[in-house]
């Protein structure tokens, strides 16, 4: 790929998708720009990416531009950067909660505009981003975006709707992860088990259920048959789970952040 790619923002998430995609992208190809020059110049001594003076700069030079501001910021940085951005450019936004149509109408010509929800095991290689876009966009545009994102794991197209059950679910899904795996690993070290030991075996514990699903078609029920054998240990770990209202406790989880994000976005 040769095209040039701005990122507006120098947070977390750039950093994280620098490693994950800027080697597919080419570090050459990428310019930074962010309100704080110091975070931006932080990020060009890492990776060799250029850092823009300010936004008609970035989006002059740019191919493809990737909003990644805090949601709250958005409004102010369309305000700076729409009279620059010519129609033909991309604009990818992961600020979340920010809907295509409320970014459409920072421009009096819009760039081709869509979004997308990354999350941190992209840092890892095994990311799952969800990808929208504005009726506009070309399917061959939305393919290349969303396959771009793949390369640091999985992506899928989800409809704008689901943007907010997309922030619960894979968004905020690392961190319950965490906790689920912080919580095995508790209930090891209360059995003897050293907490170094504890964590490695509940976190590879959870990788390897989590690939059997995504590389089988088999139903998560059946596969937790499987292990779970008559009168056994799984079973009676079971029963105390489900005593616990466990499945209700996630699903609230899950039905909390989407709520969260819903109020956001207002
Ligand atoms: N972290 C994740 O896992 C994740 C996942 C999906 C989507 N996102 C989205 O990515 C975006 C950035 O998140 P982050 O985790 O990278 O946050 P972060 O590390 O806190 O960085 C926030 C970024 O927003 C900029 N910003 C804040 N207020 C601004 C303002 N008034 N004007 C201009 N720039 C402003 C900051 O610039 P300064 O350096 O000048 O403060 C910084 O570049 C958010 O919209 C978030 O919803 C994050």
Redo the contacts with the bound molecule.
């Keep these: 790929m040769d095209r040039r790619i701005g990122f ?9 998708m620098l490693k994950a995609i800027g080697p597919t992208l080419g570090f050459a190809n990428i310019v930074v720009w ?7 110049d932080k990020l060009a001594a890492e990776f060799g990416i250029k850092v823009a003076d300010n936004l008609a700069e970035l989006a002059e030079g740019c191919d493809w531009l990737l ?8 409004a ?2 369309l305000q700076a950067l729409a009279p620059h951005v010519h129609e033909d450019r991309v604009l990818v ?6 809907r295509t149509d409320k970014i459409k109408g920072y421009f009096p010509k819009p760039p081709r505009i869509l979004r ?5 095991p ?1 840092s890892v290689g095994i990311g799952m981003t969800a990808v929208c876009a504005d009726a506009a966009v070309s399917p061959a545009l939305l393919e290349e975006v969303r396959s771009l994102f793949a390369v640091a794991g999985r992506a899928s197209l989800v409809e704008e709707r689901l943007f907010d059950t997309v ?1 619960a679910l894979s ?1 905020s899904g ?1 961190a319950f992860a965490f906790l689920f795996i912080e919580s095995l690993a508790d209930g090891a070290v209360l059995n003897g088990m050293g907490r170094e030991l504890a964590y490695e075996f509940a976190a590879q514990t959870v990788l390897g259920a989590a690939r059997i699903i995504l590389d089988s078609d088999k139903h998560p029920g059946e596969l937790k048959d499987i292990v779970a054998s008559p009168a056994g240990t799984t079973m009676a770990g079971i029963h105390s789970l489900e005593r616990n209202a466990f499945r209700s406790i996630v699903m609230d989880a899950v039905d909390a952040a989407a709520k969260r994000s819903r109020e956001l976005a207002h």
């Design positions: 507006i923002g120098a947070g977390r998430i750039v950093e994280v962010n309100r704080t020059r110091a975070r931006a909003l990644a501001v805090k949601p709250h910021a958005v102010e940085v936004s992961m600020a979340a909660g920010v997308i929800m990354p999350n941190l992209m922030t968004g690392p």
